[in-house]
Structures are given as C-alpha cells and as structure tokens.
C-alpha cells in the first residue's frame, strides 16, 4: 500500500477511507468511495426515481411526435391500407404479454417498497391484459374464420371498455396516490375491484349488447350521432386522466413521465381509432400502433429502473466486500484479507518457483502504552504506525494489513529473507523516526519487534507453516529484547 492505496493482485483497487465503515448519507459515502455510483443509480432505490435531464428531452421528443401524428392523421384515417389478416392475432398478443409483464413488475415493486401507489397502477395494467384477452376471443377473423366468443358488436365494445376503463382506473390512480407512495400495498382489495369491472364489461360486451340502439350494434365503428357520442365520452375520459396525472405528479419523476407518455399514446390511440374505425384503414393501424406505445413506454421505465437497482446492488456488493477486507481504525487490511491473500500468494509463487515471504510486526510495550496514555492516544499511535507501513510497501504485489490488536503483517511475493531482512529494517527505523512519546518503554519511545520468514512454497509445504516460522521468528525477537528483526532459519 503506497499513499492509501491498496495494489494487492486487483482485490482492492481503491482502499475504502474509514468513514465509509459508518452508517453515512449518500452523499458522505459516495464522497468517501469513488466506485459508488452517482444520483441516478442511487435514485433507483427510492420508491419514485427522480427524472433524468436526457429522459425529459427524450419524452418531449415522443410527446411532440405523437401530437404531430395525430394531426397528420386523422384526415387519412379513412383511407384503406394493406390487409394483413394475422395483424389483430399478433398485435394482441403482444399487448397480453406486455401488460401482464408490467402488471407483475409493478406488484413485485409495490411489495418490495411497500408501496401501494403502485399496486394500484398494476391493478390497471392487469385489466388491460384480461381485456386484451376478451378482444382476441371476440375479433371477426382474429384466431379463426369466425368469432370464438361474443358476437359481430363485442370487439367494438371491448376496445370502448378497454381504453375507457383503463382511463377511469388511472384517474382512480391519481386520485388515491400519496406523495411518499408508502400506502401499504392492498392486492386483494384491488383485485376485487379489477374483477368486478372485469365482470361488467365481459357481461355488456357479451350478452346486453344485443339491447342497444342499431347504431351502437353496428360492425363499423359506432356510425351516427350515439355513436359521436361514445367516442367523444371516451376521449373525454383519456384527456381527463392524462391531464389530472400531469396535475398530481407534475412530471416530477421519471415513472410520471413515462406514465404521462403511455397516457398521451393511448389518447392518440383513441382519437385516430375513432376517426378511422373500419379494419385496415390507415387510422386502425395507426392507433394499434399508439396502443403498443402505451404500454412499451411504461415497460422501458420500469425496465430502466430495474437495471439501475441491480448496478446498485452489484456495485454496493463489492464495496461491502472490500469493507469486509478492510480494518476500519487502521484502514488497512484486515486479518481475513491476510488469510485470502496469502492462500492466493502460496499458489502463485508455487506455480512460478518464486518465493513468498511474510512478517509478523508487532509494537512493543504497547500494553503499557495504552495504560499509560489512554485509549484514543494508543488509536492514533497505531494510526501513525500503519500509515508509516503503508508508505514503506510499494510493490504493486505487496500487502499490509493490521492481524490483530497491536500486530500487523506483511505479504512480500518474490521476496527473499534478504530483500523482507532490509525492508523490516527500514520500517523498524521509521518507527523510530516517529518519536512517539513512551516513557515506560525500554528507549523513551514507542519501536517495534519484526519476525519473517521466506521459502518458495513447495508440495511439502503449507502456507500455514511460513506464517508459523514468521510467528516464531518474532517471539525471538520480543526475547532478545525487543527493537529488533529476527530472521527465520
């Protein structure tokens, strides 16, 4: 370790300054630790992650394409367009799909963060996903020639109650939602109210349509003024959930804009299906398109925030690992990163015929010491000492750590007793070169005792047994009166 900075084979690659072993802010702990990620990432654990300055450029872009969309259009709706017999089966599909994915991510977040702001969200998604379902079943020519369920007037109807009851249920959303989002989840009660829904419009597509006016009943898209009428009721109830979801939120995060997006997508969906409502008219294509984006901008952020919590979680992990490693007075390694690095080193230099030498340093009369000038002044002593070894190791294999108490230890790879003999001598009258204050001890200051031994690991040995010879080349050493290094034979 050379300045703070741990080089031991690519465990640490930014020792981790002690403050980041106490519960920190986050600002305190990625100040402390480099490695940590920025805002974003750390936003990916909050239950509303706040909007990036690039996602709110980028949803302004979508926003003012499907505006334009709309308007260029609408006076095409009318005009036929390819016939693609296997569209509906297709494009409903992946609908199903989507919105039950987005359903199931949005209650394993609600779980996860206690938050029922979002199961109620999913309730919405989930009623898409059934609805998508009953409109399949109920399309002339969709899976078979004929229609599996319903009659010729269900389909209409269904793609009414799905865009309008998805509108009502995210009005209810809105209306429900706390700012902190920590409504404790309520699965059951809102899956109640989704069945209910579910049963009404499943009951009205299927068997009381045949009670409304010939106008309603037709298989083009509700012709006459009954028919303006539903179509104006449902792009009512689009622009009024659109706009009070603006109003609530204000755009504030990034699932609010994305929402807001997937809300706009649906209203262009409605609009352009209402201006061209026969099949296969460029404004029945189009509007299946503005119901793919409805729920793809919604699974992009939920997707988004699902990759961000994991870089989080991923580098979170190693730094947790590193704290593991690492001595929190001292900020040196550790004895487990001892033990790790010297089963690590014994196999490397085993495999190349080199040799490994360890050292064993420990502070003499350090007992006498803490004793004598209390506690906090025996930490800042050992504070001084480590600081003075990490200055001392400088190859990029070497390692310092603190074993235990007043002890630390050394890990030299290709390092001969000659070469761990001159460096334990430099740091033992560097040590010295402290001057720190030790009446009782044996020369009015505080020194250090050094052991090591050095061997090239071999089959007949353990590594165990090179930190066993180190061991006891130090308990001569404290024997023969302390200040010295003492070189294992």
């Not at 020639?145 to 269904?158: M, R």
Request: hydrophobic letters at 50%.
């Amino acid at each position: 370790m050379v300045d703070g900075t741990m080089t031991e084979s690519g465990l640490f690659k930014q020792a981790i300054p002690p403050e980041v072993l106490a519960p920190q802010s986050r600002d305190s702990v990625t100040a402390a630790a480099p490695d940590l990620p920025r805002d974003d990432t750390w936003q990916a654990f909050r239950p509303r992650r706040l909007a990036s300055t690039t996602e709110r450029k980028f949803a302004a872009v979508i926003a003012v394409f499907l505006v334009v969309l709309v308007g260029v259009m609408a006076p095409l709706a009318n005009r036929p367009f390819l016939v693609v017999p296997g569209f509906i089966a297709a494009y409903s599909t992946i609908l199903i799909i989507l919105n039950f994915l987005i359903a199931q991510l949005l209650v394993y977040k609600a779980r996860i963060e206690k938050d029922g702001n979002r199961m109620n969200l999913a309730v919405a998604f989930f009623f898409c996903g059934i609805v998508s379902i009953l409109y399949l079943l109920a399309y002339p020519g969709a899976l078979v020639p004929g229609i599996i369920i319903g009659t010729a007037q269900s389909a209409p109807w269904l793609w009414v109650f799905w865009y309008g009851g998805f509108a009502i249920l995210m009005i209810g959303y809105c209306a429900r939602a706390r700012p902190d989002g920590l409504a404790p989840p309520r699965l059951r009660q809102a899956a109640v109210v989704c069945l209910l829904m579910l049963g009404a419009i499943g009951y009205f597509a299927f068997a009381g349509v045949r009670h409304l006016p010939p106008s309603l009943r037709g298989v083009v898209f509700f012709p006459g003024a009954e028919g303006l009428t539903v179509r104006t009721v449902l792009i009512g109830l689009n622009v009024a959930a659109t706009g009070f979801l603006l109003f609530k939120f204000r755009l504030r995060t990034a699932e609010d804009i994305w929402l807001a997006l997937s809300m706009l997508a649906a209203l262009a969906d409605v609009c352009l299906g209402s201006c061209g409502g026969a099949r296969y008219t460029i404004g029945w294509y189009m509007a299946r398109v503005g119901g793919l984006g409805s729920v793809l901008f919604v699974l992009v952020t939920l997707l988004n925030d699902v990759l961000l919590g994991y870089k989080l979680v991923t580098v979170a992990n190693e730094v947790l690992d590193k704290l593991t490693l690492t001595d929190a007075l001292t900020n040196l390694g550790n004895r487990r990163l001892f033990d790790k690095t010297l089963a690590t080193e014994w196999r490397r230099c085993r495999r190349y015929d080199e040799p490994l030498a360890v050292v064993m340093i420990d502070v003499d009369n350090f007992k006498t010491f803490n004793d004598a000038y209390g506690h906090q002044a025996g930490d800042a002593c050992l504070q001084e000492i480590a600081a003075q070894l990490a200055r001392s190791v400088s190859r990029p294999g070497d390692v310092v750590v603190r074993y235990g108490g007043e002890e630390f230890a050394l890990i030299l790879p290709a390092t001969d007793s000659d070469g761990a003999n001159h460096l334990c001598k430099l740091i033992r009258l560097r040590i010295r070169d402290l001057a720190i204050l030790h009446e009782d001890g044996a020369c009015g200051i505080i020194t250090v005792s050094a052991g090591l031994a050095s061997l090239v690991p071999s089959e007949h040995f353990e590594a165990l047994e090179l930190l066993k010879l180190a061991d006891a080349a130090l308990y001569r050493a404290k024997a023969a009166g302390r200040d010295t290094v003492i070189v294992a034979g």
